[in-house]
C-alpha cells in the first residue's frame, strides 16, 4: 500500500488514510503528518499514535532501498572499507561487552554487515562470523574476507542459520532505522537465536532532536530544518529508546543493559557530539532521560516456557 502525503512543514490536520508504523507495527489512523527534508530529499513524515516514532510514509522498495544505499558512504566499496578502520573503536566495544556477557567465541550474525566491519574484529577474537547486507557488492566483498555472507532484504530470507542451527549472538549496528517493520525482523532475529542468545542493536535514538527541531521551526526555519536533518539523516524511522526498548521486550528478549556507553565510533568526533554523548550518558543514568545520539542494546532471547 503507497503511504505517501502531501502535507505541511509543521503539524497538519489528519488524514484520512490509515499507515503502519514500521517501529512498533501498530496502524495508525490520521497520524500528524509532516515533511521533513532528509537525506533522502524533502519527504513525508508521519508520527506514530502509540509509540510517538517518526516514520517515513513511502512505500518500501527493496531494490529501491538498494540503489539508495550503493550512493551512501556504507554502500560503496571504497568508502565502506575506509569507514570500518574509523568505526573499529565502536566495534571493539560492542565485542567487550559481547566477550563480558559470556557470548567470546560463539557464532554472530551481523545484519547490516555492509564491508565486514565488526565481523572482521569478531573473527580476529575468535568468532564464527556470518553477516546479511542488502547490497551485492557488499556481500561479494565480505565473502572475499573469508567470511559467511549471505544478500537479505529480510532476517526472514536468511539461510546462514536457523531454528535448527542458530547463532549465539545477532548484531544489528545503525541498522534497525532502516527495517520497513521492526517487530518482524526482532521476530525473526529471535528464531534465528538459540536459547539464552543475545541480540545487540546499536540504536540511532535522536528522536527528541526531531522534535526540538519542529519546536524552533516557528520562529527559526532554517536551525529547524538543520536539527530534524541531522537527527534523521536518510533513515526510515526515528523511534524513541523506551519505545525501543519495549519493543523488544515484547517480541520476546529481555533487557540486559542500555546505555550511550559505548556508542562512539571513533576517539575523534565532533566536540558537540561528544557532549551530547557525555550529557545524555549522564541523564539517561541518572534520570532516565534519553537525549543521546544513539544507544547500545544488549537483549537476551528468554527461555521458552
Known amino acids: 500500500m503507497a503511504n505517501t502525503v502531501t502535507t505541511s512543514t509543521h503539524r497538519s490536520g489528519p488524514v484520512d488514510q490509515i499507515l503502519l508504523c514500521p517501529a512498533c507495527g501498530t496502524q495508525n489512523e490520521q497520524p500528524r503528518t509532516f515533511q521533513f527534508d532528509s537525506g533522502r530529499g524533502v519527504t513525508a513524515w508521519a508520527r506514530c499514535n502509540h509509540c510517538d516514532t ?26 565502506g572499507a575506509a569507514l570500518n578502520q574509523r568505526r573499529r573503536y565502536g566495534f571493539v566495544a560492542a565485542l567487550d561487552r559481547i566477550e563480558e556477557l559470556g557470548y567470546g567465541g560463539g557464532k554472530i550474525l551481523d545484519v547490516g554487515c555492509s564491508f565486514g566491519g565488526i565481523l572482521l574484529e569478531a573473527k580476529k577474537r575468535g568468532f564464527e562470523c556470518a553477516g546479511v547486507d542488502i547490497v551485492p557488492e557488499a556481500v561479494a566483498y565480505v565473502q572475499g574476507l573469508g567470511i559467511s555472507a549471505e544478500e537479505c532484504s529480510s532476517l526472514h530470507d536468511c539461510t546462514l542459520f536457523s531454528r535448527q542451527s542458530p547463532a549465539d549472538v545477532i548484531s544489528v549496528l545503525d541498522a534497525h532505522i532502516y527495517w520497513p517493520n521492526q517487530p518482524a525482523e526482532l521476530r525473526a532475529a529471535y528464531d534465528l537465536l538459540r536459547e539464552n542468545g543475545l541480540l545487540v542493536i546499536r540504536a540511532i535514538t535522536k528522536s527528541a532532536l526531531v522534535t526540538a527541531g519542529r519546536f524552533v521551526g516557528s520562529f527559526s526555519p532554517g536551525i529547524s530544518r538543520k536539527l530534524i536533518r541531522r537527527a534523521i539523516s536518510d533513515h526510515r524511522f526515528s523511534m524513541p529508546l523506551k519505545s525501543l526498548l519495549n519493543t523488544v521486550e515484547e517480541v520476546g528478549f529481555e533487557i540486559v543493559s542500555a546505555s550511550p556507553r559505548g556508542t562512539r565510533d571513533t576517539r575523534e568526533m565532533p566536540l558537540d557530539t561528544q557532549a551530547a554523548h557525555h550529557v545524555g550518558t549522564l541523564l539517561w543514568h541518572g534520570l532516565g532521560v534519553s537525549i543521546a545520539p544513539s544507544t547500545l542494546i544488549f537483549a537476551r532471547k528468554k527461555q521458552s516456557t
Open 54 to 79: 517518526y516514520f517515513l510514509t513511502s512505500t518500501y522498495d527493496p531494490q529501491v532501498e538498494t540503489d539508495h544505499t550503493r550512493h551512501m558512504a556504507w554502500g560503496n566499496e571504497d568508502e
